[in-house]
């Protein structure tokens, strides 16, 4: 995307805004089914502003525009946003505006805003119209102006789905709605809309491409004890796979009859559903006769934890992208001093070696691969007109993962790929001792992540420093590398860990313009030991398979533990990777695996 194309945009945009007397209008990063990455029809925020992170959102008036995004994308908004006519906002910052006081401070009694209601979440918009009435502004929340500003934009994605096999996901759909049909009984709710496609595709055991990185495909679904419906284009299904839909007691509507359907729910149903994970337009279908029951959907927790069959299929995966890595690393090794690896061939590679292995089907996002000052753009992404070329000296930054049929993997290394300064050493060392406090963390039953996060922070707070983003996230089982409704930040969420989850551990440090430094493992949980007198405790295996570069280590840095943990987790990784390798990667491994 060339930024000279925005200010256009832009233009086209308010002439929009004018014809429909509206004052301001509020574009969010999401689509219909309020998705992380959405398919390229709903990449509206994108493709008006300029701003290609994932999170993130617009505002325009008729003078103004802003996008408000979080420190993850500072660096990257700043760079994309300039020339654009958009200011950056920075969430977080005690100097920028809250988004909405910002538009209230711009706009006068009897004014308007507008929002696509299809992709806006309905929490979002009822805090939005309650701000908005308290100063007697006006709220519209069913235009789209996309659908007549952008020309030639895409449709919605019509890609087949397809079922995955029981010895994969351990569970068949009918199993699943059963679960779920228990735990509305048990909310006294008579049905579920669900809506986002991480969930819609684990409940039906459905795969698909309709979104980059993310296997899932375009639908919507309602569950209750008397039908279980998939609302989906009828192109995306094949013979098979309706027929294995429908032996599990599925029945299928198209992917526009939701709003139809949810409209004429019976007098009395009692519907759940989640305010922040279904949008306006929807939430706006549900019949005033209908008890809404606004809560966790039990799906998210269902999914997050993994049964046997997952998890089996995780460590295999970990395998086969242990061996990529290998491959990689020693291919990386040997090409840095001839002064030709470009961030942009890491991707590449990564991509090559990753799929040479069995059961691979993609990447699980896009890789992040930043050297010396790059590396502190924490969801950075190199360019061909950009990108610097890797020298033999200081820190370089690599953030990937890979797709597999049995799992998702995410990882982060940091590599020394020539001479260190004493504070990359320095830093590099903090990092991984608070990688290392969270992955032998010991903790009681009932523990949420919150409570786990200052682990992995110490170390860097000891020296008055830290880092912005959260330390862990949820993973999927072959599904969105980013899973709730677990984390590990500093921030409040009452999910608990419990067994079966599979989180990233990933603190880090950025120096602006100097270096950035991860080091990320994926870590479940499970049970550790049960007491008379204190009740269970929980900790975490490591499954995550591949070594930690040693070079940086300020040995002295490291306490007996924490070397104890180093050494175990590299004899482990050479240990269960050395029978896929051949000789030469085998004694390459080695090498790297030796004990500090």
């Not at 502003?49 to 802003?66: H, N, R």
């Not at 996309?146 to 009918?174: A, Y």
């Not at 008579?190 to 979104?211: E, H, K, P, Q, Y």
């Not at 049929?405 to 990882?411: E, K, L, M, N, P």
């Amino acid at each position: 995307m060339k930024t000279n194309d925005i200010p256009q945009r832009l233009k086209s945009f308010r002439s929009f805004m004018e014809d429909h007397n509206l004052s301001a209008f509020i574009v969010p990063s999401t689509d219909a089914h309020l998705s992380e990455y959405p398919p390229k029809v709903w990449e509206s925020r994108k493709w008006i502003s300029g701003f290609t992170g994932s999170a993130g959102t617009a505002v325009i008036t008729l003078d103004k525009a802003g996008v408000w995004t979080d420190s993850r994308y500072f660096l990257q908004a700043a760079d994309e946003l300039e020339g654009t006519g958009f200011e950056l906002f920075k969430m977080g910052q005690s100097e920028t505006p809250e988004m909405i006081s910002w538009i209230i401070s711009q706009l006068r009694k009897g004014q308007t805003v507008g929002i696509d209601g299809l992709v806006y979440a309905t929490s979002d918009a009822l805090q939005l119209q309650k701000r908005l009435d308290s100063k007697g502004i006006q709220l519209e929340t069913l235009l789209d102006p996309f659908s007549v500003i952008w020309e030639d934009r895409p449709e919605i994605p019509k890609n087949k789905v397809f079922s995955l096999p029981e010895n994969i996901t351990g569970e068949l759909t009918k199993s699943k709605i059963e679960r779920i049909n228990t735990a509305l009984e048990q909310m006294d709710a008579d049905g579920l809309i669900l809506l986002t496609l991480d969930s819609i595709a684990w409940t039906f055991n459905i795969r698909g491409n309709d979104v980059e990185f993310n296997p899932v495909g375009v639908a919507y679904a309602y569950i209750s004890k008397d039908e279980s419906i998939l609302f989906i284009d009828s192109e995306k299904l094949t013979d098979e796979t309706s027929a294995i839909l429908s032996e599990q007691g599925v029945t299928l509507k198209d992917y526009n009859e939701v709003f139809s359907y949810v409209s004429n729910l019976s007098q009395g149903i009692r519907v759940c559903i989640t305010g922040n994970k279904i949008n306006y337009k929807l939430y706006q279908s549900i019949p005033d006769h209908c008890k809404i029951i606004d809560t966790a959907s039990p799906v998210d927790l269902m999914k997050s934890k993994k049964n046997e069959s997952e998890l089996a299929g995780f460590r295999n995966a970990m395998i086969r992208d242990g061996v990529a890595l290998v491959k990689f690393y020693m291919w990386l090794e040997k090409a840095i001093p001839s002064g030709e690896v470009k961030e942009t061939d890491i991707e590449v590679k990564l991509r090559e070696y990753r799929s040479q292995q069995d059961l691979y089907v993609g990447e699980s996002f896009s890789t992040i691969a930043g050297y010396a000052g790059n590396g502190a753009i924490v969801h950075y992404h190199a360019h061909p007109e950009t990108c610097k070329t890797i020298k033999p000296e200081g820190l370089l930054l690599i953030d990937s993962g890979g797709q597999y049929q049995d799992g998702t993997t995410d990882i982060t290394r940091t590599w020394a790929v020539g001479p260190l300064t004493k504070q990359m050493k320095v830093d590099y060392t903090n990092v991984l001792k608070g990688h290392i406090a969270l992955a032998t963390a010991i903790f009681p039953e009932g523990t949420r992540g919150s409570q786990l996060d200052v682990l992995a922070r110490r170390p860097l707070w000891e020296e008055c420093e830290t880092y912005w983003h959260g330390t862990g996230h949820g993973i999927g089982h072959f599904l969105n590398v980013h899973e709730g409704p677990q984390n590990i930040r500093l921030e409040e969420n009452p999910t608990t860990l419990q067994i079966g989850m599979v989180t990233s551990n990933e603190p880090g440090i950025y120096r602006a313009d100097q270096h950035g430094i991860r080091t990320e493992n994926l870590i479940v949980t499970q049970k550790y030991k049960e007491t008379e007198d204190f009740g269970t405790f929980y900790n975490f295996e490591t499954i995550t398979l591949c070594h930690i570069d040693t070079k940086p280590i300020v040995k002295k840095m490291l306490n007996k533990k924490e070397t104890k943990w180093l050494n175990n987790y590299h004899k482990m990784v050479f240990n269960k990777l050395k029978k896929h390798l051949n000789k030469e990667e085998k004694k390459w491994l080695e090498n790297k695996t030796q004990p500090l």
